[in-house]
């Protein structure tokens, strides 16, 4: 990521007394990008310095599905080894979330339910829906659909405070009025830096538009687009305030550059790290 992941920001507390600067975000590792293994990816992760892990839910070419109970379990002694507080599911997108029709798919939705299953045993407080490829919601209908499959699985989250987070290539317009649809406290948006820049969108302004409607999940992916790198370093700090960042995920490929997680992680940091304000004389 020349000038990678970012995200986190360096907010401040007014009021009475001093201005203290808000703690430094955490920055997390996407394991999916990183091991089919459970556990290499969390040692690798650790290893590289990373503060959180987030899971995959597996399936297809992404590992076990945690369904499987031996995949589960390992699952379970990763969150011993660090925080894991995201649970993706990747595998919507080959399989997709909606139809043309307006309906959400049945097998999606059993996937869902499974994984949220999954979210509660690991104790995880957000589960990731994805939205690309199949998922991709590029259609009147195929919007419908994905509404009324979010509002499924929010439906199930009565008595428990996880999050559902959605992320999708639209722009802040169409995510806003998606979400907005769906019509439920615990849906929240993601912003990634990588996706929203391949389809021609501004991050910041994303963020800015997101947060201020109170959607904007305050964890930002961060990873190079196909035909773009992420925020450079000195980008990294605005996107953060207004994001209102608490963590970022460094999320390029690091399964055959596995060097490169450390540099992100390490880049990101620098560039979220807060400084405490000084009093104005």
């Known amino acids: ?37 459970r556990r290499a990816a ?58 043309e029709r307006g309906a959400p798919n049945p097998a999606a939705v059993d996937l869902l339910l499974h994984a949220l ?4 045993r690991l ?9 690309f490829r199949r998922s991709l919601p590029n259609s009147e209908g195929l919007r ?24 999708s290539p639209l722009d802040a317009r169409a995510s806003l009025a998606l979400a ?23 991050p910041l302004a994303f963020a800015e538009a997101v947060a201020a409607a109170g959607l904007l999940l305050p964890d930002v992916h961060v990873k190079d687009g196909s035909g773009t790198t992420a925020p450079s370093a000195g980008d990294l700090p605005a996107l953060v305030r207004a994001s209102g960042a608490r963590s970022v995920l460094v999320e390029n490929d690091y399964r055959r550059t596995p060097a490169r997680l450390r540099e992100d992680i390490a880049l990101c940091r620098r560039a979220a790290n807060p400084r405490p304000l000084k009093e104005a004389p």
Do not use: F, K
């Not at 104790?123 to 939205?131: E, I, R, S």
């Open 1 to 37: 990521m020349t000038g990678a992941p970012a995200d986190t920001a360096s907010s401040t507390v007014t009021g009475p007394g001093p201005r203290t600067a808000m703690p430094a975000p955490a920055v997390a590792a996407p394991q999916w990008r990183i091991d089919t293994d």
């Open 180 to 202: 907005r649809a769906v019509d439920h406290p615990a849906l929240r948006l993601v912003l990634d830096t990588g996706n929203l820049c391949d389809a021609g969108l501004r």
């Open 123 to 131: 104790g995880v407080a957000v589960l990731h829906v994805p939205g």
């Open 117 to 120: 299953d999954c979210a509660r």
């Open 144 to 167: 419908a659909g994905t509404v009324a499959a979010l509002r499924g699985v929010c439906a199930q989250l009565t008595g428990t405070d996880l999050l559902v987070a959605y992320e």
């Open 42 to 99: 969390a040692h690798t992760a650790l290893m590289a310095g990373a503060d959180q892990l987030h899971l995959d839910y597996g399936g297809a070419h992404r590992g076990p599905p945690l369904s499987d109970p031996v995949a589960l379990r390992a699952a379970e002694a990763v969150t011993r080894q660090l925080p894991v507080p995201v649970l993706a599911v990747n595998h919507l997108n080959d399989i997709g979330l909606a139809d």
